[in-house]
C-alpha cells in the first residue's frame, strides 16, 4: 500500500512504465518512466511523512525507459530496458552505466536475471529469445527464433537451472506458456495452451516449490502450473476464479507465508478497487506442525556482495534462511505428488467491502458468484472434530462445502479425446471461416456435416460408421451453389439437412441411405421469404417439419418444410439478431439481438414479443439456451469490457435482467452452449478455442456452479454433440461430442468418474427425452396442439442401480479426545515413541530369542578350541 501511494505521487508528473522492490530492502522501491529515468525512492513505515523526491536518479539517455530489475544476488545492481537496449547499472555510480549490450532487433519486451545472477535473458518483439553473460561480453552467448508470435511476452528463469520460461501468443492468438532449455533455444521442451485472448500473460514463479502462476490482463482466472526438469514439464496444478478481472499481479516474500497452515505461495491481485491475496495451500492433516517437506531452504533477505564486486566476477550467492517456526520436530511426509488447492480472501482498499468468489483446483473447481470470503485454513483444520472419530468422506466433503460454497456433484467431470480409430483425418479443404452464428458443424447420430472452403458452398457429409483415414481424392459434396451461412440437420429425419445461404435462401437436402456416393447439385426444397442474407436455422423440438430463421432483414419467419410455404414472421428486432432457441415444450421462441435485447414470442399467438428484457451489454455476438425446465434463459455474450459472460434470466421476469452472471475470460469468439437437460449441465466452447468451459445450472443461488474444463492441445473449430443413447453408461459418460480441428474430427467423451462403475449410476441418468421422435406434425402445431416426448431409461438389462446396491460399511478408526484436546509437551511425544518401541520388541522374558535355547560349549572346551596345546 505504501509503494502504491508513493507511486500515486510520481504519477501526478510522469508515466511510470514499470517497478521493481530490492530483493534485499524492503522499502527501496526502483521506478522507470517516460521521462527516460530511473528513480530509487525509499517508502517509510506508515507513521511516518512519505519523502517528496527521488533518493538516487539514473538517467540511460536511451529514450523511453520500459523494464527495469533488482539483481538477485548484488546490491545496488539494475538492468534497465529501454525500446531495443538493455543496460546495466550500479547505483552507485550514476554517471555512466556498468555496460549497454547489443542492441535488439525491435521492441524489447522482458528481461529476467537467472538465480545466480550470472545470465541475463530478454525476449523481443523480433520474436528472438536472447541469453547475455554481461561480464563476459555485450553480444548474446545464445540467440534464437522462438517465440511465434510479435506480440507481448514475458521471460523468467526456473530456479538456478538452465530452463526458461516464456509467456506470448501462438500463430492462431492463442496465449501459451513454454519451457525452453537456455543452452538449445531452437525448439521449447514443452508448452501449454491457455485458449485465445487479447490479454497479455503475467507470469509468477516460485522456486522453492516449483510453481508457476499465469494470469492474463483482463482475465478472471489465475492458473498455477507446476514445473518440472522432466515430462509433463508443466502440470496444472490449479484454476482460480475472481471475482474482478484482473490488472496487475505480484508475489508475497517466502518469509511472510503462514507455514503452520501450510500454505506453500500467496498471489496478491490486483483489480479496479481492490487488491485480493490468493492463498496456495497443501492440504495436510495435521495443521499444527511444521511440514519440512513443503519448505526447502530460501534465499535470505542480505545481498551477497555489492555490483562492483560482482562486476569484477565474484560469484557469491546469498545466504539461505532456515524455515523454522518453533521447536516442534518437523514432521517429514513423502508424497508422491502435492494438491494444490487455494482460497481467496478480499482486502478492503481503501474502505469498499468487495465480493469474492472461491477457487478451486483443476479438478475440482468449487465455485460460485456470490460465495462469500473463506478462512485461509487447510480444510482438515476446521473441520470442528468433537468427537474420538476420524470425518469421514462425507464430513470432510461437507465441511470444504460449508468454507468454499455449494458445489456440483459434476464438478470432476472429465473430457477425454476417444481412440484413434473413431477419427476422421486427413481433412482437407475446410471451410474455416463460417459467420459467428453459425456452429461450425453439425451431426447427428449417423452422419456430420463439414462446411468446404471450395467455390459454390460446398458441404462434405462424413458416416459416422466409416471413420478413419480419408483419401487425397475429391469427395462427392452437396453443391449449395452459394456460400453457406448457417446448416442443421432436421432431428426427426437423419437424412434431411437444411441448409441458409447468402442468397437469403434455404435450401433442403435429402442425403441417401449409406451416404453420398456423388455430387447433389439440385435441392429437394428450396424455402424463400426472406429479403436478406440469413443468420440462422433452428428446427422446432417437438413438431416435425417445422423450421425458424432469422435473417439480416431483422425478422424471424417460419416455415412448413412438408408444404414448403412460410407460415409466420417474426419482427420487433432493431438491429442483428444474434441467436435464438426453442422452448423445451416447443410453445416459445427467444433470440437475443444486437441491439441489446433479449426476446421471447409465442408466435400462435401474436407476430411480436410477448416479452422483452435488457441482453448482454457487449455488441459482438451472444447465443441463448433454455434450462431449468424452460424457468430460465441462459445468455451466453459479452460485457462492457468485452469480457466473455454468461447470464441467467427468469423467463417470468425478463424485465427485471439478469439474475446472476459468471464471467469467464476475454476471447473474441461467441462462446456456443450445449445444454443437457437431463444433468442440467451447459457444456461452451468458441470457434477457435482450446479450452471448453463446463458449468451445472441450478434454480437457486449461485446459479452457476463451474466444473472442471477440457483443454485440447489445438484450437477447434467447432464442438457438436450426439443424441444420449451414444454415451456408454458403463463409464458413465454424460455426453458424447464431435470436435472439428483442421484436419480431423475427434469424438470426445465427458464422463464422471465413479468407483462403483459396476452399478448403473441411476443419480446421474434420469430418464431421457426421446428427442429424436417428434410428436405432432407442423400443421397440428400451427393450429394449437401441444406435444410431449416421451421417456426411455438408459439402463441396461444386465446393470443394478446404484441406489439398490448393497451399502459400503464405513470403518471408522477410533482415535482418544485426549489427541485433539491436549497439547503434548516434546518429552512426552518422546517417551510415546520410546514406549511403542519397546511394545513391539516385547518381553525379553516371555519371548526369548532363538540362539538362547541353542546347546553350549563347555568353559575347558572352548579353551582347548581357542588356545589349543603346543608341542615343542
Known amino acids: 500500500l505504501l509503494a502504491w501511494e508513493t507511486c500515486v505521487n510520481i504519477a501526478k508528473a510522469n508515466l511510470i512504465t514499470d517497478l521493481d522492490f530490492s530483493p534485499f530492502d524492503d522499502n527501496l522501491l526502483a521506478t522507470c518512466s517516460a521521462d527516460e529515468t530511473v528513480k530509487l525512492w525509499r517508502v517509510c513505515e506508515p507513521e511516518q511523512e512519505q519523502p517528496g523526491g527521488a533518493e538516487v536518479t539514473l538517467c540511460p539517455g536511451e529514450g523511453r525507459l520500459e523494464l527495469v530489475a533488482f539483481h538477485p544476488t548484488s546490491s545496488g545492481l539494475l538492468a534497465v530496458g529501454s525500446t531495443k537496449t538493455a543496460q546495466l547499472w550500479d547505483t552507485s555510480r550514476q554517471q555512466s552505466p556498468l555496460a549497454a549490450l547489443e542492441p535488439h532487433g525491435d521492441q524489447l519486451q522482458s528481461l529476467s536475471w537467472k538465480q545466480d545472477g550470472s545470465l541475463l535473458a530478454s525476449s523481443c518483439k523480433d520474436k528472438k529469445l536472447r ?12 540467440s534464437a527464433q522462438g517465440l511465434q508470435s510479435n506480440k507481448d511476452s514475458r521471460i523468467l528463469w526456473v530456479k538456478d537451472s538452465d530452463h526458461i520460461l516464456t509467456t506470448g501468443f501462438d500463430q492462431m492468438r492463442g496465449r501459451e506458456v513454454r519451457l525452453w ?17 487479447n490479454g497479455t500473460l503475467m507470469p509468477l514463479f516460485d522456486p522453492d516449490s516449483g510453481l508457476l502462476t499465469v494470469s492474463g490482463m483482463g482475465d478472471s482466472v489465475i492458473d498455477c502450473f507446476e514445473v518440472s526438469a522432466t515430462e509433463p514439464f508443466l502440470s496444472q496444478v490449479s484454476h482460480c476464479l475472481t471475482e474482478a478481472p484482473t490488472r496487475g499481479v505480484a508475489m508475497v516474500p517466502k518469509l511472510a507465508l503462514d507455514v503452520l497452515s501450510c500454505e506453500v505461495m500467496r498471489v496478491l491481485q490486483l483489480t479496479d478497487s481492490f487488491i485480493v491475496p490468493i492463498n496456495y495451500h497443501v492440504p495436510r492433516k495435521s495443521g499444527q506442525e511444521f511440514h519440512a517437506d513443503l519448505y526447502p531452504d530460501t534465499l535470505g533477505r542480505t545481498a551477497a556482495m555489492s555490483a562492483a564486486e560482482w562486476w569484477k566476477g565474484g560469484e557469491k550467492q546469498p545466504l539461505a534462511v532456515v524455515y523454522w517456526p518453533y521447536t516442534t520436530p518437523p514432521r517429514a511426509l513423502l508424497f508422491n505428488y502435492m494438491i494444490v488447492y487455494c482460497i481467496c480472501i478480499t482486502v478492503v482498499l481503501p474502505l469498499q467491502e468487495a465480493p469474492v468468489r472461491g477457487c478451486s483446483t483443476s479438478s475440482s473447481p468449487l465455485s460460485s458468484p456470490s460465495s462469500s470470503a473463506a478462512p485461509s485454513r487447510s480444510p482438515s483444520s476446521t473441520s470442528g472434530l468433537s468427537s474420538g472419530f476420524l470425518p469421514s468422506p462425507s464430513q470432510s466433503a461437507k465441511a470444504i462445502s460449508s468454507m468454499l460454497g455449494p458445489s456440483s456433484k459434476f464438478r470432476h467431470l472429465q473430457g477425454a479425446v476417444l481412440h484413434r480409430d473413431t477419427h476422421f483425418t486427413n481433412l482437407k479443404g475446410l471451410n474455416l471461416t463460417t459467420p459467428g452464428e453459425c456452429d461450425g458443424f453439425c451431426a447427428n447420430r449417423h452422419r456430420v456435416a463439414v462446411p468446404l472452403a471450395t467455390a459454390g458452398g460446398q458441404i462434405a457429409i462424413f458416416e459416422l460408421s466409416q471413420a478413419g483415414k480419408l483419401a487425397d481424392t475429391g469427395l462427392p459434396t452437396i453443391q449449395n451453389s452459394v456460400n453457406v451461412a448457417d446448416f442443421s440437420w432436421d432431428p426427426f429425419n437423419s437424412h434431411r439437412l437444411v441448409v441458409a445461404g447468402d442468397d437469403a435462401k434455404i435450401r433442403v437436402w435429402q442425403v441417401p441411405e449409406g451416404g453420398l456416393t456423388e455430387t447433389l447439385t439440385e435441392p429437394e426444397t428450396i424455402l424463400q421469404g426472406h429479403t436478406e442474407k440469413i443468420y440462422s436455422v433452428k428446427f422446432h423440438p417437438l413438431a416435425s417439419g417445422l423450421l425458424a430463421s432469422s435473417s439480416y432483414d431483422q425478422t424471424v419467419r417460419l416455415w412448413n418444410l412438408e408444404s414448403g410455404d412460410e407460415v409466420k414472421a417474426l419482427r420487433g428486432h432493431q438491429d442483428q439478431i444474434f441467436g435464438m432457441a426453442w422452448s423445451p415444450d416447443g410453445k416459445l421462441l427467444a433470440t437475443v439481438c444486437k441491439d441489446g435485447k433479449l426476446r421471447i414470442y409465442d408466435p400462435r399467438k401474436s407476430a411480436d414479443p410477448v416479452q422483452e428484457g435488457a441482453g448482454p451489454e457487449g455488441h459482438r455476438g451472444a447465443r441463448v439456451v433454455w434450462v431449468c425446465d424452460g424457468k430460465y434463459l441462459m445468455v451466453s455474450g459479452f460485457d462492457s469490457r468485452s469480457e466473455r459472460t454468461l447470464y441467467l434470466h427468469s423467463v417470468e421476469s425478463l424485465s427485471s435482467g439478469a439474475i446472476a452472471s459468471a464471467p469467464t ?21 468458441g470457434k477457435g478455442d482450446t479450452r471448453v468451459y463446463i458449468f451445472e445450472i441450478v434454480p437457486e443461488a449461485p446459479y452457476f456452479l463451474e466444473c472442471a474444463s477440457f483443454n485440447s492441445s489445438e484450437p477447434h473449430k467447432g464442438l457438436a454433440f450426439l443424441p444420449k443413447t451414444e454415451c456408454v453408461v458403463q463409464e458413465v459418460e454424460v455426453a458424447r461430442g464431435l ?8 469424438p470426445v467423451a465427458f464422463r464422471v468418474p465413479r468407483v462403483r462403475k459396476e452399478f448403473f449410476q441411476d443419480d446421474v441418468y434420469p430418464d431421457t427425452a426421446v428427442w429424436w421422435e417428434s410428436s405432432l406434425t407442423a400443421s397440428a402445431w400451427l393450429a394449437g396442439s401441444d406435444g410431449k416426448h416421451q421417456s426411455i431409461s438408459l439402463k441396461p438389462k444386465d446393470m443394478t442401480p446404484v441406489s439398490e446396491a448393497p451399502k459400503e460399511v464405513q470403518v471408522r478408526k477410533y482415535l482418544p479426545s485426549s489427541h485433539y484436546l491436549e497439547e503434548k509437551t516434546d518429552e512426552q511425544k518422546k517417551d510415546e515413541l520410546l514406549s511403542a518401541m519397546i511394545g513391539k520388541l516385547g518381553n525379553m522374558d516371555d519371548n526369548p530369542l532363538p540362539q538362547e535355547s541353542f546347546q553350549g560349549v563347555e568353559d575347558d572346551e572352548w579353551d582347548q578350541i581357542c588356545f589349543p596345546p603346543h608341542n615343542v
Open 181 to 197: 532449455d537456455s543452452r538449445k533455444l531452437g525448439s521449447s521442451l514443452g508448452s501449454a495452451n491457455l485458449g485465445t485472448s
Open 665 to 685: 475470460d476475454v476471447s473474441p469468439s461467441t462462446l456456443i452452449p450445449f445444454y443437457d437437460p437431463d444433468t442440467s449441465v451447459v457444456i461452451l466452447t
Open 131 to 142: 541469453v547475455f553473460d554481461p561480464r563476459a561480453q555485450l553480444k548474446p552467448v545464445q
Open 739 to 746: 470436435r472439428l480441428s483442421k484436419t480431423s474430427i475427434e
